[in-house]
């Protein structure tokens, strides 16, 4: 049973008599019939729409996220039947509402849009993906008149990532700009431009809210960050489902992005081996002991002929990668905290961690840093900024009428610009670009 301090929601609304759902299943149902989630399928998971139609978009990777997370919660409580974590431990409803969630801020083009959006917006309070899924779900979507989608405070819990605002965690000599270099084309400096991981300023008061049960000690600690030499500071804790939640990204990322880059020759075989020849005994060890028929004196060649051999053998050796991560993780105990959901926290054991990390920087050094994907990261950074300036400056002529009546109503904030800009899939971007640079495209009958 949820204390009910935690399963209130923002509009003070209460559920209909005859409605058999909890807190959980309410909240998966708005997350699940939101305008933000169906417009997940069109944004940029690494690499961009239209390469094939294989890959996982944000909409298939958040779905595998919540998979995961609910995976990992009830696998805890078969691990750790007695524990006295597991009494807390989320509901179905709750968890995969954050795992669908987790993603709804990210802007098109992925993180190179949160790039370019937070230099859009350096002088009105930044932008952050995290800070913008939660300013999304307390603000944006319509279930509510003035609550968003008006979700429980533990599921808003869980969806704050980052529990520091823009203000307090951002270096202060980390200024978004242009890079100096460049005299006939204006660059992003994406060292300067790149965001802190905060909330949004704008939503102090709905963090207000959703930290209103714990004690002064309790927020204080839980609102803490470390500082970093050249970098912005870095928060220091989650929320119990939010700590599980991100253990679940996590996987997905290191393991099923790899499958993408695998099935899509994006990472030869050499590559793959050379990197993780010595980081993968854990996982030898597992397959050793559990699949004996198969394993032949060298385990590991095959592991790698198993991902890079086809489709199927590909998918059966992802699977055990994700049972292997999925299992090992562990409650981890942090005292500072008397609130019982921060008191409990998840991580992925070592040494399975480890292994999960070298995957993780193997896609991002053979696949996110690579120039295939850093080119189409730069064309959209670029479009994003030229969307955004054109309505800037003319928001009466530029901005859809609606967007224009809540700019007008907002008295001219920018922050209205930046949430219709952020909420645009890749191809509405695309195409908005096009209407408003290329000479031969567009047409008075395109739906803005």
Not at 32 to 56: P, V
Not at 95 to 105: A, E, N, V, Y
């Amino acid at each position: 049973m949820k204390p009910r301090s935690w399963s209130t929601g923002r509009g003070g609304w209460a559920p209909q008599s005859e409605d058999a759902r909890d807190d959980g299943g309410v909240d998966c149902a708005r997350v699940i019939h939101s305008a933000s989630f169906r417009r997940l399928q069109g944004k940029t998971q690494i690499l961009n729409l239209g390469d094939s139609d294989f890959y996982r978009t944000r909409l298939t990777h958040s779905l595998e996220v919540a998979q995961i997370a609910g995976g990992i919660a009830r696998q805890l409580e078969k691990s750790y039947p007695s524990h006295p974590a597991t009494a807390l431990l989320p509901d179905r409803g709750t968890i995969h509402s954050i795992g669908c969630t987790h993603d709804f801020g990210h802007p098109p083009f992925g993180h190179g849009g949160e790039i370019a959006l937070n230099y859009c917006m350096r002088q009105k309070g930044g932008f952050e993906g995290n800070g913008q899924t939660l300013r999304i779900l307390a603000r944006l979507e319509n279930f509510s008149a003035q609550a968003g989608a008006n979700l429980s405070r533990r599921t808003m819990l869980g969806v704050l990532k980052y529990p520091v605002a823009y203000s307090r965690v951002a270096h202060p000599e980390l200024v978004p700009a242009l890079l100096s270099g460049p005299t006939t084309i204006k660059i992003l400096d994406g060292r300067l431009s790149k965001p802190p991981k905060c909330y949004l300023d704008s939503e102090q008061d709905v963090v207000d809210w959703i930290l209103d049960p714990l004690s002064v000690a309790d927020r204080g600690v839980f609102q803490t960050f470390a500082p970093q030499d050249g970098k912005h500071g870095k928060p220091l804790y989650k929320a119990l489902d939010c700590s599980i939640m991100d253990a679940a990204d996590d996987i997905a990322y290191g393991v099923h992005d790899l499958e993408d880059a695998i099935a899509l020759d994006l990472v030869t075989k050499d590559a793959f081996a050379a990197a993780l020849q010595d980081k993968c005994a854990s996982f030898l060890d597992a397959l050793k002991a559990k699949y004996p028929g198969e394993s032949a004196n060298d385990v590991f060649s095959q592991l790698v002929d198993g991902l890079f051999s086809g489709p199927a053998s590909r998918k059966r050796f992802i699977g055990r990668l994700v049972h292997h991560f999925l299992t090992a993780v562990e409650f981890v105990e942090r005292p500072q905290f008397a609130e019982p959901l921060l008191h409990w926290s998840v991580r992925v054991a070592s040494p399975q961690r480890e292994l999960l990390d070298h995957l993780q920087n193997f896609v991002v050094r053979e696949v996110i840093a690579s120039p295939a994907v850093q080119h189409l990261e730069f064309k959209g950074q670029t479009m994003v900024v030229a969307v955004f300036e054109a309505m800037e400056a003319d928001p009466t002529r530029l901005l859809p009428r609606e967007e224009l009546a809540k700019f007008e109503k907002a008295g001219g904030d920018l922050r209205v610009i930046c949430d219709y800009v952020a909420a645009m899939t890749d191809t509405h971007l695309l195409k908005t670009y096009e209407r408003l640079f290329s000479p031969r495209m567009g047409s008075v009958f395109d739906r803005l």
